[in-house]
């Protein structure tokens, strides 16, 4: 009979491994390898069997699913659909439309794509149940997603597209129309929000959805309800792979409550926070490695970000080379061959369930206090989101957070005052708002600002 691989061996408990570090490390304290994150999770030298015992081990059956997808915005219809078919017949599996107004022939935009091979997501600046209705009816496979987040405009812009009441009514149409809704989360991350803080309130932000749909859905179209979470990637390779897992975990925990029995599709782009103007190149490795955890997190669909989309328009040039990273992963790296290939990681398993559980008591604390669109509303996610953002970008100014080429190592033969085409700091626009709304700032941005104003 055959024993088991590691049979011959003694096991070695964690007070021996401790005691073995200790050791090695000649009388200095083991506290010094412990890693703290800005999430509050203390990342130990060394991780086994012994970390599993109290936690339930989850299990990602997603990894081996992700579609490849194109952005594609829609300012002329003609021009979107040449190149919603070129980026297909290139690669894309999925395409992304941004459709800023309705006054677009539907037909026109769709015309020779298969929805029934390609996933089509449509992101709708405006909210016109109208217009969703004929949208839909327009999509051959009704798999396709419609982005509706009215929650997440008042929190981006401060304002609702109409008032609080209108809003509502077209998004319970919507949502009945197309048993759909969505949650645009990369907010949070690119605004500087923490881990935990992105997970808890895109947790809330489905939570305030969920209770105004709560008597529209029928028993039956609970079973059928699609979630899609629009989530923000970094680069902190392990956390983030953690923090994917952590949202199917919670979804899964908040779907239950309600009896809503579908999963939640993902949909990831890399982190705006990290890029940089100068020595851009080093954004693809960024997002590189973000892809990377994306698909090993469980993404169901990843939108590659352009090295270049900080400064420059959109171009063919740097869309090839973000859709061409994410066809090596899939077809030269085989990151489409292993199904779970973090299940069972005593790593990975303890960082999941860590990140979970800090993220569902923020989010019950959420609840107790009123709720996510309240604590928005007097400012409190806010608050809390600048407090993170702050503290990152101390780490960054003292070179704790390092971005190679900005912070660390920079070029000075770098030039870039003549090659943006586009502003890449934030705007100021002095508007009336409702709230304060949510700010997306890069780190780099003040470094930025200086060394343009120094090139000769």
């Keep these: 009979m055959t024993k088991g691989l590691f049979s011959e061996f003694d096991e070695v408990s964690t007070k021996q491994w401790k005691q073995k570090i200790q050791f090695e490390l000649n009388g200095a304290d083991y506290q010094t390898l412990v890693w703290h994150s800005n999430e509050d999770i203390s990342v130990k030298p060394f991780y086994n069997a012994d970390d599993l015992k109290d936690i339930s081990q989850t299990s990602n059956t997603q990894a081996t699913a992700w579609r490849i997808c194109d952005t594609v915005f829609v300012n002329d219809t003609e021009k979107a659909n040449k190149k919603a078919l070129k980026s297909i017949h290139q690669g894309a599996e999925s395409i992304k439309f941004i459709i800023p107004n309705h006054d677009i022939s539907i037909d026109a935009l769709l015309t020779d794509i298969d929805s029934k091979k390609v996933l089509l997501h449509f992101e709708l600046h405006f909210l016109n149940s109208d ?144 890029k940089t103007v100068y020595d851009y190149n080093t954004n693809i490795i960024r997002s590189t490695t973000e892809c990377m955890s994306s698909i090993l997190g469980g993404a169901n669909t990843i939108c590659n970000l352009p090295y270049d989309s900080v400064f420059h328009k959109s171009n063919s040039f740097s869309e090839r080379i973000a859709r061409n990273q994410l ?43 009123g709720g996510f669109l309240k604590q928005l509303k ?37 030039k870039m005052k003549k090659e943006l085409e586009l502003y890449p700091f934030v705007k100021t626009h002095y508007r009336k708002t409702l709230i304060e709304p949510i700010i997306e700032k890069r780190l780099a941005e003040s470094l930025e600002q200086k060394r343009l104003n120094n090139e000769n």
């Design 131 to 274: 217009f969703v209705k004929q949208l839909f009816n327009a999509v051959s496979d009704k798999k396709s997603f419609i982005h509706t987040d009215i929650i997440g405009k008042l929190a981006k812009t401060g304002n609702w597209f109409n008032n609080m009441n209108s809003d509502i009514d077209q998004f319970k149409s919507i949502a009945q129309q197309t048993n759909s809704f969505s949650i645009n989360a990369t907010l949070y991350q690119n605004a500087g929000a923490n881990m935990v803080q992105q997970l808890a309130y895109a947790l809330a932000h489905a939570n305030e959805y969920l209770n105004i749909l709560d008597e529209e859905l029928t028993s039956e179209s609970k079973q059928q309800t699609k979630v899609i979470f629009n989530i923000a990637v970094g680069s902190n390779y392990f956390f983030e792979i953690a923090k994917l897992r952590a949202l199917r975990l919670l979804w899964e925990t908040l779907a239950s409550e309600y009896q809503v029995k579908s999963e939640c599709h993902i949909l990831v782009t890399p982190s705006k926070r990290n």
């Design 327 to 369: 066809l090596i992963l899939k077809h030269e790296s085989y990151f489409d061959k292993v199904n779970n290939p973090t299940d069972g990681s005593y790593y990975m398993e303890s960082l999941t369930n860590q990140l979970a559980e800090k993220a569902l008591a923020l989010f019950k604390d959420i609840e107790v206090n």
């Design 378 to 414: 007097v400012g409190t996610i806010q608050r809390k989101i600048k407090e993170s953002a702050q503290k990152e970008q101390e780490q960054f100014d003292n070179n704790k957070d390092i971005l190679v080429g900005s912070n660390k190592y920079p070029n000075p033969e770098d």
